[in-house]
């Protein structure tokens, strides 16, 4: 293989029992992934976690069986945060870590995210040898009877994540007197981030915690907030958390019920961390998403904004080669690198509530430090197989590109890409003029669909 074509911007996703994600094609990635990882003559570990979803069933076995006919030992550790798998495969010095989780995606979606031994997400060059592995004979990868590899359940991993994740909140703070509204997707965290909050204090209504391998962010979560803003208002809340379904990301709702992207939580975390003399790197590390509103704050306190492409795990490669220890995206993957190697939307919510305690400002203002510049997101769907790189390769789309990149001069920005992860064109357009940035969104929108229709 030239590139790589199973991994996407945050490991392999797709349609449940369908291509990739099968039985028989997930065999071959805990194979191929378990080959690789194969240092030496110790006894190997993975440790294997997941979602809530109904096919989490059928694809944990499947990798099971992949990673013990290479001698593997497999650790399962049911339902729990994609941080906290981050986190066990470091703490139990494993030498790979396995999240299924598709994140925000709807239930009939699953996928697979990878963690080095060092808790890390792999970089692409790791995941295309995986890639090309599975693209070979994986015979010369199977092992003696005698040196199979052995499964067994690790009963207390979601108590070893709360207690990890108390230890990230200030010595001697408390949440005593806060109300918060946790939803948490009827996911991954479902059982783990209402207990922390409550452990430390505050007083918790928990929402989006029943799974019943059907309801992972269905009309909850990060993506469907209306029922915790709802309830923030009438419980007279002082903050809403909300999470995705593999509590990797978090956005908020101030007391007023309005949400919070990323963006604002990392300019509150800036401010927070950067008076405590707590900030590295005398920069905050974002994507092409995040807002240039957030980029002039961040700029007239003294602090650098410093983007990367699309993806957590693009922000935390430049995090650890710049220094910084606080860096993330607009949609809520915040990454704190003195407590975690990946977004963690519960250690990123205590840190803003830690935030609040030590402030002593309502989330509606400590929460909201610049006025965000008018951006519009949309998305083209592509039909029928059409690849994004070919559609962004016509003619007339570039030129489309270019004389929008005109009409915004200096005072915008323009980012379109293809999705990772979904059949898509996103389009993102932000500029001081919001009637000029809808104009250009539409224009643009209009001309990439009529010309993918015609491809």
């Not at 003559?41 to 099971?64: F, N, Q």
């Not at 915790?228 to 990301?249: E, F, M």
Request: aromatic share 4%.
């Amino acid at each position: 293989m030239s590139g790589r074509a199973l991994f996407g911007t945050d490991g392999v996703r797709g349609l449940a029992n369908a291509e990739p994600m099968t039985v028989e094609t997930i065999m071959r990635l805990g194979v191929a992934a378990g080959q690789r990882f194969t240092r030496g003559s110790h006894r190997h570990r993975v440790v294997i976690g997941k979602d809530t979803r109904l096919s989490g069933y059928m694809l944990e076995p499947a990798l099971t069986a992949g990673f013990v006919s290479v001698g593997m030992d497999v650790i399962l550790v049911g339902p729990i945060p994609t941080p906290g798998i981050a986190m066990l495969t470091r703490a139990m010095r494993c030498d790979l870590g396995v999240m299924i989780s598709a994140s925000h995606n709807p239930f009939q979606d699953n996928g697979i995210k990878l963690f080095g031994p060092d808790g890390y997400k792999l970089s692409d060059a790791i995941e295309l040898e995986i890639e090309n592995l599975m693209g070979g004979d994986l015979d010369e990868a199977r092992i003696a009877p005698n040196r199979l590899g052995r499964a067994k359940r690790l009963e207390d991993a979601g108590g070893r994540y709360i207690e990890y994740a108390k230890t990230t909140f200030p010595r001697g703070l408390r949440l005593d007197g806060l109300k918060v509204v946790v939803d948490c997707a009827n996911g991954a965290a479902y059982k783990v981030a209402p207990t922390v909050f409550w452990e430390l204090g505050a007083d918790v209504i928990r929402i989006g915690v029943e799974p019943n391998g059907f309801n992972i962010n269905q009309d909850c979560g990060s993506l469907y907030p209306s029922r915790l803003q709802d309830l923030v208002v009438s419980q007279q809340a002082h903050l809403g958390i909300a999470l995705d379904g593999d509590a990797d990301r978090v956005l908020f709702c101030d007391e007023r019920g309005e949400m919070v992207d990323g963006d604002q939580v990392l300019a509150l975390v800036a401010k927070h961390w950067q008076h405590k003399a707590q900030l590295k790197g005398g920069a905050v590390v974002a994507t092409v998403m995040s807002n240039l509103g957030l980029e002039r704050h961040l700029n007239s306190t003294g602090l650098q904004l410093v983007r990367t492409n699309v993806g957590d795990r693009y922000v935390v490669d430049e995090m650890r080669q710049s220094g910084c220890n606080l860096g993330g995206e607009q949609s809520g993957h915040i990454i704190m690198g003195q407590h975690a190697t990946t977004g963690d939307g519960t250690i990123a919510a205590l840190q803003v509530l830690a935030a609040l305690v030590e402030g002593g400002k309502p989330a509606s203002e400590a929460l909201r430090l610049y006025e965000p510049v008018p951006q519009l997101l949309t998305n083209v769907g592509l039909k029928n197989g059409k690849k994004a790189e070919a559609v962004l390769k016509l003619e007339e789309v570039k030129q489309a590109i270019t004389e929008v990149e005109r009409r915004l001069g200096g005072s915008g920005r323009l980012v379109i890409r293809k999705s990772g992860t979904e059949p898509l064109i996103r389009i993102m357009v932000e500029g001081d003029d919001e009637a000029q940035v809808k104009a250009l969104v539409t224009d643009l929108e209009r001309i990439i669909s009529t010309s993918a229709a015609e491809l």
